[in-house]
């Protein structure tokens, strides 16, 4: 079965009728459907009828309604992706947050992003070399290769030989550093 050519319109009524009609317009007029003029969703489902029709024109039916199937699969794969996509964007910037609400503030200038960086970089890799380490008295651990030293930061761990706090004697010096992290909590 064929349709009726295109282009189609929203014409006069025909004799006898109270409303429009669409009608097919091509080789010879064809009323396809009355629409009632006193009913506002007749006359806009009218045009959009004749709006799809004359925009599809030349388009086997076939075709279009293959298409249209293809197309709401896709759509709705694609919704399905967004949907994934929109939850994992907001578990990031939850993790973003956090992330940033950890980094402390650096202490001359507040909210800093060369403080943040070098922080960020620390935490990735909190071994530094001995050179950069406090030497104040502050606790830290420091690397001997493969032994670890617990002490104060004093005079005592920069001679030949290096003492821990029960007197054990450390014949290497100390090549890297880190800040002694914070215990963990003990939960039930």
Not at 76 to 97: F, M, S, W
Request: proline letters at 10%; charged letters at 20%.
């Amino acid at each position: 079965m064929k349709h009726s050519p295109e282009p189609w319109i929203i014409g006069e009524p025909r004799p006898g009728s109270s409303g429009g009609t669409v009608v097919s317009i091509g080789v010879r007029p064809h009323y396809c459907g009355e629409v009632d003029y006193n009913d506002e969703t007749d006359i806009a489902n009218a045009e959009r009828i004749v709006a799809c029709v004359n925009y599809c024109q030349g388009i086997p039916t076939k075709e279009l309604t293959t298409t249209l199937q293809g197309i709401q699969g896709d759509l709705k794969d694609a919704i399905a992706l967004l949907r994934t996509e929109i939850r994992v964007t907001n578990l990031l910037l939850t993790d973003r947050e956090r992330l940033l609400d950890a980094i402390p503030e650096c202490p001359a200038h507040g909210q800093c992003v060369t403080y943040a960086l070098e922080w960020v970089e620390k935490q990735r890799h909190p071994w530094r070399p001995v050179s950069t380490a406090p030497r104040n008295g502050t606790r830290i651990l420091m690397s001997c290769g493969p032994s670890l030293y617990d002490g104060p930061t004093t005079g005592q761990v920069w001679a030949d030989t290096a003492f821990d706090d029960s007197g054990t004697v450390f014949h290497r010096l100390p090549t890297h550093w880190m800040p002694i992290p914070e215990l963990p909590e003990n939960t039930p």
